[in-house]
């Protein structure tokens, strides 16, 4: 039996990258998969953005895994859109035991450059949108007496990401409501945790992401250096993440909560 078998997981930004890891992974450890995509066009981003073919692509790969996919196109900001695709996808498979909140957005701006719309946007998707994530799923996880709920932060939420104020503002935003829901969701036996990767290897590096970086690091080449591995691999695999991912799903840790767990190749202590 694996490790997931009879679990289902409720994953938002499934259409591509972590999201789609997840996905896969926790379908090959036997759990049937709900999820929420945008897959259209994101606000602000250098970065290319999902499509529903992609969402499709994430249903496909996770039928492939032998599991049960129910996919829906729907923003994170959308309160009442996440509410409706978590009810679908809970009359479909009878429950729900794991919450992923993996969407956000990047966009790198020097201090000076940042506008009150990107700020806000940023806030929005990456604090707001977890936020409506976890109230689309609180009850359907205390009816099952129980679950996991796993936040992703970023390397940012433990550290400055240079030239990134308000993507580092969301993401140390989500340290501290990740402590505030484990404190409270406890007496459900509902444990919340985060992880905060590095650079991915994922669609997210894909436009002028990696341009604009450069051109922002232009503006104070000192903080440029920030964040280096130390190891000989620079990047993860988003598959990397999914491991942690399918570990803190799991009862293999049944007794972890409130806890923020980098997989970063030691990025955040340098």
Same mark, same amino acid.
């Given at each position: 039996?694996?490790?997931?078998?009879?679990?289902? *997981?409720?994953?938002? /930004? &499934?259409? =591509?990258?972590? #999201?789609?890891?997840?996905? !896969?992974?926790? +379908?090959?450890?036997?759990?049937?998969?709900?999820?929420?995509?945008?897959?259209?066009?994101?606000?602000?981003?250098?970065?290319?953005?999902?499509?529903?073919?992609?969402?499709?692509?994430?249903?496909?790969?996770?039928?492939?895994?032998?599991?049960?996919a129910v996919l829906?196109?729907?923003?994170?900001?959308?309160?009442?859109?996440?509410?409706? *695709?978590?009810?679908? /996808? &809970?009359? =479909?498979?009878? #429950?729900?035991?794991?919450? !992923?909140?993996? +969407?956000?957005?990047?966009?790198?701006?020097?201090?000076?450059?940042?506008?009150?719309?990107?700020?806000?946007?940023?806030?929005?998707?990456?604090?707001?949108?977890?936020?409506?994530?976890?109230?689309?799923?609180?009850?359907?996880?205390?009816?099952?007496?129980?679950?996991?709920?796993?936040?992703?932060?970023?390397?940012?939420g433990k550290k400055?990401?240079?030239?990134?104020?308000?993507?580092t503002t969301s993401?140390?935003?989500?340290?501290?409501?990740?402590?505030?829901?484990?404190?409270?969701?406890?007496?459900?036996?509902?444990?919340?945790?985060?992880?905060?990767?590095?650079?991915?290897?994922?669609?997210?590096?894909?436009?002028?992401?990696?341009?604009?970086?450069?051109?922002?690091?232009?503006?104070?080449?000192?903080?440029?250096?920030?964040?280096?591995?130390?190891?000989?691999?620079?990047?993860?695999?988003?598959?990397?993440?999914?491991?942690?991912?399918?570990?803190?799903?799991?009862?293999?840790?049944?007794?972890?909560?409130?806890?923020?767990?980098?997989?970063?190749?030691?990025?955040?202590?340098?």
């Open positions: 039996m694996t490790r997931l078998e009879g679990k289902v *997981a409720f994953i938002t /930004g &499934v259409a =591509r990258g972590q #999201g789609r890891a997840h996905a !896969v992974r926790l +379908a090959r450890e036997g759990a049937g998969i709900i999820g929420v995509d945008l897959a259209g066009p994101l606000p602000g981003v250098p970065y290319d953005s999902a499509t529903p073919d992609d969402l499709a692509e994430t249903a496909r790969l996770v039928e492939e895994q032998g599991g049960t829906t196109q729907c923003d994170v900001r959308d309160a009442d859109g996440l509410t409706a *695709a978590v009810a679908a /996808g &809970v009359e =479909r498979f009878g #429950g729900l035991d794991i919450v !992923v909140a993996n +969407a956000g957005i990047c966009i790198p701006q020097t201090y000076d450059e940042i506008t009150a719309e990107s700020f806000r946007d940023t806030i929005d998707i990456n604090v707001i949108g977890v936020w409506n994530t976890v109230r689309a799923t609180v009850d359907p996880l205390i009816a099952r007496g129980g679950g996991s709920v796993i936040i992703t932060s970023s390397y940012a400055v990401q240079p030239f990134m104020i308000h993507y993401k140390h935003a989500l340290v501290g409501m990740t402590r505030g829901l484990a404190a409270e969701l406890g007496a459900h036996n509902i444990r919340v945790n985060s992880v905060h990767p590095g650079a991915v290897n994922t669609p997210m590096g894909s436009g002028s992401m990696r341009e604009r970086i450069e051109q922002t690091n232009e503006a104070n080449p000192r903080l440029a250096g920030m964040g280096m591995v130390f190891l000989n691999q620079y990047v993860a695999e988003a598959d990397e993440i999914a491991n942690v991912v399918a570990f803190l799903a799991s009862d293999e840790s049944a007794f972890i909560t409130a806890e923020h767990i980098s997989i970063d190749g030691g990025a955040q202590h340098y």
